[in-house]
């Protein structure tokens, strides 16, 4: 069975920094692309970026381009979204997702890690 | 910045059928863009329905189906049940810097 399991839920400061994972499991990791998306309180979904664990290859959104870092780790098979510094505008839920290519599908998700951020 | 169009909000009796459209701020949506379909329920992660246009997932109910017209992607629910209530998001590729673009959403209401 294919599971991606997020990291719990975080509550944090501005400027502090934040790394948060999603496990994938029942499958080839390094052969599935993984992308990560916000969904700010009460908004729509929003994509943000990917990796293939394979060879890291990254691709972000202009949105997030230097406003987050995607990573992942093979021998694990976690990937991971971090920040440097966090700012309120990052309170949302994030979800990673499995993409078999980097074009045509999307179809695993995980439940979601919740991240809070305030003074 | 592109941008990618849905309506708000649809009302539909069970039963019924209702059709939810998906277009780009950059002009007509083809299959080139293989259009994806995710249906997200309040409080859950979204779950994909339809992908490269037309294609089911192994899960997907077979009320749903995904089709080009006009320009737009669009999904159509066929024979709509209560649990189908939820909001839908189409997702773009675009290629390039912009990778992917998810639709603005739209609530389904079936009353």
């Known amino acids: 069975e294919v599971q991606l399991v997020q990291s719990g839920a975080e509550v944090k400061k501005p400027g502090e920094s934040l790394k948060i994972s999603c496990k994938g499991s029942g499958y080839s990791f390094i052969t599935y692309w993984i992308g990560w998306v916000r969904q700010m309180p009460g908004k729509g979904l929003e994509w943000m970026g990917i990796i293939y664990p394979g060879d890291s290859d990254t691709r972000y959104s202009p949105s997030f381009q230097g406003q987050v870092t995607i990573s992942a780790d093979k021998s694990i098979s976690t990937a991971y979204l971090q920040w440097s510094s966090l700012k309120a505008s990052d309170t949302a839920m994030y979800f990673c997702?499995?993409?078999?290519?980097?074009?045509?599908?999307?179809?695993?998700w995980g439940q979601g890690t919740l991240v809070t951020v305030s003074s | 910045q592109t941008v990618v169009t849905q309506e708000p909000s649809l009302t539909v009796s069970p039963g019924g059928t209702v059709t939810l459209t998906c277009a780009s701020s950059?002009?007509?949506?083809?299959?080139?863009?293989?259009p994806n379909w995710f249906q997200q329920k309040p409080g859950q992660a979204p779950r994909a329905l339809i992908y490269?246009?037309?294609n089911k997932h192994s899960w997907t109910p077979a009320r749903f189906s995904g089709s080009l017209l006009g320009g737009k992607a669009v999904l159509t629910l066929s024979g709509v049940q209560p649990e189908d209530e939820a909001e839908y998001y189409c997702l773009l590729y675009y290629g390039g810097a912009q990778l992917r673009v998810f639709g603005t959403g739209t609530k389904v209401t079936v009353l």
């Open positions: 490269s246009t037309s």
């Open positions: 950059t002009g007509a949506v083809t299959s080139r863009y293989y």
């Open positions: 997702a499995r993409a078999p290519d980097d074009t045509t599908m999307v179809d695993y």
